[in-house]
């Protein structure tokens, strides 16, 4: 064998055992050269005049053959052959002689470059991923290994074992592993096989670079190879983030499936592992999923693993046994007891800002052993033996009512200032760093339209936070609320115009991004699973500078009507509502007109006596809810109510039955004015409640005999009691936690909190003894109440003491539509005055029949009182 066959030979490494490879030139080179070289053009090559041409700028002699057959024993010449193809009998030939081999492209390539030929140990195509260096994971078949590496060599590139700092792109089949991490970690391009094959198959384009960003196409995607199951997630969030697995290569299933290899929960709603999940399935939390789309690459699920530390504190102690109806007076008056203990708990954790967690995890992680909310509070180690007991030793006795409101300011207006430094912390920054960086989510432009104008409310607002925190340590009542307010009066007047006339530009270019943008769609999920946000998209928390001046105004009002004119305060405060109003008047009014405003309008005029100050400006309407009370507090037990839901408050309004309007008698009203009760209005109003008088929102646990069944924890700042309003849905449609979610959210938005979750407790009916005879009122007990209401109004309507001679005269033809002018008895007129009456009262229910009916059991018995109820209600009023 010659000196330059024995060069190649030891040069030369195809085998997968010694893996690490490159395009690095022989090391014989020197013996090479010694040698002449020259280029032997294979097939049809002769008669392309390119080929040709850049075979002869090398200066060196050039040869044509067929097969090549005849150069391949010449020792003479170090002879470089060209094939159009790296396959077939003739390829196979040469190869095994181990001579030099390059593609048309290559030769072109070094033609252009002026280098000289190369000294290549394997055949060369082309360039295409010169200077590559590649790893390999996942793959598992060694006949598809060996033929990425070969098309890898013969485009030029490296290959390498281990993933080294010199290796560039990792090729791998699925997501995970330790080299797809460590790629994911330094940014280490993960591309997929299909890449190498796109190359090879656009070979003959010599200005085609592997590392091109058209290539990037070809990265693999984040969930490739990876089966996810979606755990506890709502239905369109789910369906939402089924749409985004499988844009990004995963396969969505369920936990019955063995080849499951993540199990994705959403830690808000799933307090513990799910039973089924399979063995070998990577349970993660929803932030695992959207920082894998984020960052393009699969995330580590160590650093996301869904923790089951609530297996112990959600275990329930023992069941409560339930009272009877013979039960013992101590046994009554432990039960008072009790109830009076969970009610002072619940309400000494008023504040949300208890808790910074928002999840339903944090929340139950503060489960006792009895798995209630209420055990988790601060409560007294001797229960008192009534509410007004726990509120004397607060110091919200001793707090004049001028103070109470201005701490209600300063707690609000931390709260707004915290939600301005998540935005600006949690957003801007993070996005403004990205924005200098290859991964930038948005551009200069779109930062500045989302966020250019928040900066100055930010700043002015942590300034003026920091004079009125002063004040609250240091109170004194003729301390000056309004100077403060007018003090930044000039500063407000410049923040605030420019963000909320453009608050729709805002608002457009954030949906437009988060629509078109995946990563920035991905980040803001991130960033809405973290407790600072409280569950609260961007858009949300944006929307808070609109809505924070309208709520200083109604403080500032507030605490002007607890000031004394005698007070130095009295003339401030009433320049700084002014100014807080001028501030108000540079905004433009079109901004704060809402859909939700105009309905308004339309619920005002829906409701009888409804209070005029319900339309506001500042006001929206949110939702509606039909319910049946079933405490006593409101209109009565029983009785079908509606409660609108707007951005501050909460009308309770009664269900009018037209049956009843018409129902009167002739001699106290005419014919005109019937018709106009007969087409009033369809509500009564009942009380206007503000949402920051709802300390605590209770979603009673659903059970067979309890179902769709909430309370709201009520205390306005001059009482000092407590009152517990529950009810039962009415249109079993209805979505329970959705309502108590969205009337949660209002309410944070009302003290400026971020998290809403933690006004949302569930307990049991016993717990707050709402037992099932309170559950079960429902249309029966209605219709008890209606047949004694109609008595008493048939009856007076049909009363001939109160009715005017000319209706006597007439009754019996006017109350006998069915009757028989021959047939004049006595007897006959009284039948068919009872016939003519039943026919009246069907025709006057008709209306009636376009309300929905709400089916009762049969065993409520709305004319006894159930013994077993006796203490719900009764026991919480005297509390």
Same mark, same amino acid.
């Given at each position: 064998?010659?000196?330059?066959?024995?060069?190649?030979?030891?040069?030369?490494?195809?085998?997968?055992?010694?893996?690490?490879?490159?395009?690095?030139?022989?090391?014989? @080179?020197?013996?090479?050269?010694?040698?002449?070289?020259?280029?032997?053009?294979?097939?049809?090559?002769?008669?392309?005049?390119?080929?040709?041409?850049?075979?002869?700028?090398?200066?060196?002699?050039?040869?044509?053959?067929?097969?090549?057959?005849?150069?391949?024993?010449?020792?003479?010449?170090?002879?470089?052959?060209?094939?159009?193809?790296?396959?077939?009998?003739?390829?196979?030939?040469?190869?095994?002689?181990?001579?030099?081999?390059?593609?048309?492209?290559?030769?072109?390539?070094?033609?252009?470059?002026?280098?000289?030929?190369?000294?290549?140990?394997?055949?060369?195509?082309?360039?295409?991923?010169?200077?590559?260096?590649?790893?390999?994971?996942?793959?598992?078949?060694?006949?598809?290994?060996?033929?990425?590496?070969?098309?890898?060599?013969?485009?030029?590139?490296?290959?390498?074992?281990?993933?080294?700092?010199?290796?560039?792109?990792?090729?791998?089949?699925?997501?995970?592993?330790?080299?797809?991490?460590?790629?994911?970690?330094? /940014?280490?391009?993960?591309?997929?096989?299909?890449?190498?094959?796109?190359?090879?198959?656009?070979?003959?384009?010599?200005?085609?670079?592997?590392?091109?960003?058209?290539?990037?196409?070809?990265?693999?995607? =984040?969930?490739?190879?990876?089966?996810?199951?979606?755990?506890?997630?709502?239905?369109?969030?789910?369906?939402?983030?089924?749409?985004?697995?499988?844009?990004?290569?995963?396969?969505?299933?369920?936990?019955?499936?063995?080849?499951?290899?993540?199990?994705?929960?959403?830690?808000?709603?799933?307090?513990?592992?799910?039973?089924?999940?399979?063995?070998?399935?990577?349970?993660?939390?929803?932030?695992?999923?959207?920082?894998?789309?984020?960052?393009?690459?699969?995330?580590?699920?160590?650093?996301?693993?869904?923790?089951?530390?609530?297996?112990?504190?959600?275990?329930?102690?023992?069941?409560?046994?339930?009272?009877?109806?013979?039960?013992?007076?101590?046994?009554?008056?432990?039960?008072?007891?009790?109830?009076?203990?969970?009610?002072?708990?619940?309400? $000494?954790?008023?504040?949300?800002?208890?808790?910074?967690?928002?999840?339903?995890?944090?929340?139950?992680?503060?489960?006792?052993?009895?798995?209630?909310?209420?055990?988790?509070?601060?409560?007294?180690?001797?229960?008192?033996?009534?509410?007004?007991?726990?509120?004397?030793?607060?110091?919200?006795?001793?707090?004049?009512?001028?103070?109470?409101?201005?701490?209600?300011?300063? $707690?609000?207006?931390?709260?707004?200032?915290?939600?301005?430094?998540?935005?600006?912390?949690?957003?801007?920054?993070?996005?403004?760093?990205?924005?200098?960086?290859?991964?930038?989510?948005?551009?200069?432009?779109?930062?500045?339209?989302?966020?250019?104008?928040?900066?100055?409310?930010?700043?002015?607002?942590?300034?003026?936070?920091?004079?009125?925190?002063?004040?609250?340590?240091?109170?004194?009542?003729?301390?000056?609320?309004?100077?403060?307010?007018?003090?930044?009066?000039?500063?407000?007047?410049?923040?605030?115009?420019?963000?909320?006339?453009?608050?729709?530009?805002?608002?457009?270019?954030?949906?437009?991004? #988060?629509?078109?943008?995946? /990563?920035?769609?991905?980040?803001?999920?991130?960033?809405?699973?973290? =407790?600072?946000?409280?569950?609260?998209?961007? $858009?949300?928390?944006?929307?808070?500078?609109?809505?924070?001046?309208?709520?200083?105004?109604?403080?500032?009002?507030?605490?002007?009507?607890?000031?004394?004119?005698?007070?130095?305060?009295?003339?401030?405060?009433?320049?700084?509502? @002014?100014?807080?109003?001028?501030?108000?008047?540079?905004?433009?009014?079109?901004?704060?007109?809402?859909?939700?405003?105009?309905?308004?309008?339309?619920?005002?005029?829906?409701?009888?006596?409804?209070?005029?100050?319900?339309?506001?400006?500042?006001?929206?309407?949110?939702? /509606?809810?039909?319910?049946?009370?079933?405490?006593?507090?409101?209109?009565?037990?029983?009785?079908?109510?509606?409660?609108?839901?707007?951005?501050?408050?909460?009308?309770?309004?009664?269900? /009018?039955?037209?049956?009843?309007?018409?129902?009167?008698?002739?001699?106290?009203?005419?014919?005109?004015?019937?018709?106009?009760?007969?087409?009033?209005?369809?509500?009564?109003?009942?009380?206007?409640?503000?949402?920051?008088?709802?300390?605590?929102?209770? #979603?009673?646990?659903?059970?067979?005999?309890?179902?769709?069944?909430?309370?709201?924890?009520?205390?306005?700042?001059?009482?000092?009691?407590?009152?517990?309003?529950?009810?039962?849905?009415? #249109?079993?449609?209805?979505?329970?936690?959705?309502?108590?979610?969205?009337?949660?959210?209002?309410?944070?938005?009302?003290?400026?909190?971020?998290?809403?979750?933690?006004?949302?407790?569930?307990?049991?009916?016993?717990?707050?003894?709402?037992?099932?005879?309170?559950?079960?009122?429902?249309?029966?007990?209605?219709?008890?109440?209606?047949?004694?209401?109609?008595?008493?109004?048939?009856?007076?309507?049909?009363?001939?003491?109160?009715?005017?001679?000319?209706?006597?005269?007439?009754?019996?033809?006017?109350?006998?539509?069915?009757?028989?002018?021959?047939?004049?008895?006595?007897?006959?007129?009284?039948?068919?005055?009872?016939?003519?009456?039943?026919?009246?009262?069907?025709?006057?229910?008709?209306?009636?029949?376009?309300?929905?009916?709400?089916?009762?059991?049969?065993?409520? $018995?709305?004319?006894?009182?159930?013994?077993?109820?006796?203490?719900?209600?009764?026991?919480?009023?005297?509390?």
């Amino acid at each position: 064998m010659d000196e330059t066959t024995v060069c190649l030979t030891e040069s030369r490494m195809t085998n997968i055992s010694n893996i690490n490879t490159g395009p690095e030139q022989s090391v014989c @080179s020197t013996s090479l050269s010694r040698t002449r070289s020259r280029i032997c053009l294979i097939g049809e090559f002769g008669n392309d005049s390119r080929i040709f041409d850049d075979a002869q700028a090398f200066d060196v002699p050039v040869v044509l053959s067929a097969t090549g057959a005849e150069f391949i024993n010449d020792g003479s010449w170090d002879t470089v052959f060209v094939l159009e193809e790296f396959s077939g009998p003739v390829y196979d030939a040469i190869h095994r002689s181990e001579q030099r081999i390059l593609g048309p492209t290559s030769l072109q390539q070094y033609a252009e470059r002026r280098e000289g030929l190369p000294s290549n140990s394997r055949p060369l195509y082309n360039l295409a991923m010169s200077g590559l260096v590649i790893c390999f994971t996942g793959f598992r078949k060694k006949d598809e290994l060996n033929r990425l590496i070969t098309l890898i060599h013969n485009m030029g590139g490296s290959v390498r074992r281990d993933m080294v700092s010199k290796v560039t792109h990792l090729i791998a089949n699925t997501c995970g592993g330790d080299k797809y991490q460590y790629a994911v970690t330094f /940014r280490v391009p993960v591309m997929s096989e299909t890449w190498v094959y796109a190359m090879w198959e656009k070979r003959n384009e010599k200005a085609l670079s592997a590392a091109s960003e058209e290539m990037m196409c070809y990265k693999l995607k =984040p969930f490739h190879g990876a089966r996810v199951c979606l755990f506890g997630f709502p239905d369109d969030e789910r369906q939402h983030m089924m749409e985004v697995l499988q844009e990004n290569g995963g396969t969505a299933t369920d936990l019955k499936d063995p080849t499951c290899t993540h199990v994705v929960v959403d830690e808000s709603a799933v307090q513990c592992v799910p039973e089924k999940a399979p063995l070998k399935a990577a349970i993660v939390k929803a932030e695992w999923f959207w920082v894998s789309v984020q960052n393009e690459g699969c995330a580590d699920e160590k650093e996301y693993l869904f923790e089951d530390y609530l297996e112990t504190v959600l275990s329930p102690s023992g069941q409560h046994s339930s009272q009877t109806p013979a039960a013992s007076s101590s046994a009554r008056a432990r039960k008072r007891k009790r109830l009076r203990e969970a009610v002072c708990r619940l309400v $000494q954790n008023e504040s949300p800002a208890l808790h910074k967690r928002r999840s339903s995890i944090s929340d139950a992680g503060l489960l006792s052993m009895s798995g209630s909310f209420l055990d988790c509070t601060v409560s007294p180690e001797k229960p008192p033996d009534e509410v007004e007991a726990v509120t004397s030793d607060t110091p919200r006795k001793i707090q004049s009512p001028r103070q109470q409101v201005f701490m209600e300011l300063v $707690q609000t207006e931390s709260n707004y200032v915290g939600i301005l430094h998540t935005i600006m912390s949690m957003f801007k920054r993070p996005l403004e760093d990205l924005s200098e960086s290859e991964g930038q989510l948005l551009n200069n432009t779109e930062l500045k339209i989302i966020f250019g104008n928040l900066p100055p409310i930010y700043e002015v607002h942590k300034q003026m936070l920091e004079e009125l925190c002063w004040a609250a340590s240091h109170w004194k009542e003729d301390f000056s609320i309004g100077n403060v307010f007018l003090k930044y009066a000039p500063d407000l007047i410049k923040a605030y115009p420019p963000f909320v006339n453009f608050f729709e530009n805002t608002k457009e270019m954030l949906v437009k991004c #988060d629509e078109t943008k995946p /990563r920035f769609h991905a980040f803001l999920k991130i960033c809405q699973t973290k =407790p600072e946000c409280g569950r609260q998209s961007l $858009q949300e928390l944006l929307i808070r500078p609109v809505q924070r001046l309208p709520s200083i105004s109604l403080l500032l009002n507030d605490i002007l009507k607890h000031t004394s004119k005698s007070n130095q305060d009295y003339s401030a405060l009433e320049q700084a509502l @002014s100014s807080i109003r001028e501030v108000m008047t540079h905004i433009n009014e079109d901004k704060r007109k809402t859909e939700g405003q105009l309905v308004m309008f339309d619920i005002f005029n829906d409701i009888d006596n409804c209070p005029p100050h319900l339309v506001s400006s500042h006001r929206s309407f949110i939702v /509606r809810c039909d319910v049946i009370e079933l405490s006593d507090g409101l209109s009565g037990r029983g009785d079908s109510l509606v409660l609108f839901l707007f951005s501050d408050m909460m009308e309770v309004c009664k269900k /009018r039955s037209r049956a009843f309007n018409s129902l009167k008698s002739p001699n106290t009203t005419s014919s005109l004015h019937s018709v106009k009760l007969s087409s009033g209005k369809p509500y009564k109003h009942i009380r206007l409640v503000p949402l920051s008088n709802i300390k605590r929102v209770i #979603d009673i646990k659903e059970g067979d005999d309890c179902h769709n069944v909430f309370a709201l924890m009520c205390r306005s700042n001059q009482e000092l009691k407590e009152k517990l309003y529950s009810f039962t849905l009415a #249109d079993e449609e209805t979505d329970k936690l959705g309502f108590l979610r969205t009337l949660c959210r209002q309410m944070a938005n009302t003290v400026c909190k971020a998290d809403a979750e933690n006004f949302l407790a569930s307990l049991e009916s016993h717990q707050l003894d709402i037992d099932t005879s309170d559950v079960t009122l429902g249309t029966l007990s209605k219709a008890f109440k209606f047949a004694s209401r109609t008595k008493m109004k048939v009856g007076r309507a049909f009363s001939f003491n109160k009715t005017p001679s000319k209706l006597k005269r007439a009754v019996s033809t006017m109350m006998s539509p069915f009757g028989s002018t021959t047939n004049l008895t006595p007897a006959s007129q009284l039948a068919q005055m009872r016939l003519a009456s039943c026919n009246n009262l069907n025709e006057l229910e008709s209306p009636i029949k376009e309300e929905p009916s709400y089916v009762a059991p049969m065993s409520v $018995q709305p004319t006894r009182k159930n013994k077993c109820s006796s203490l719900s209600m009764a026991a919480l009023q005297r509390l």
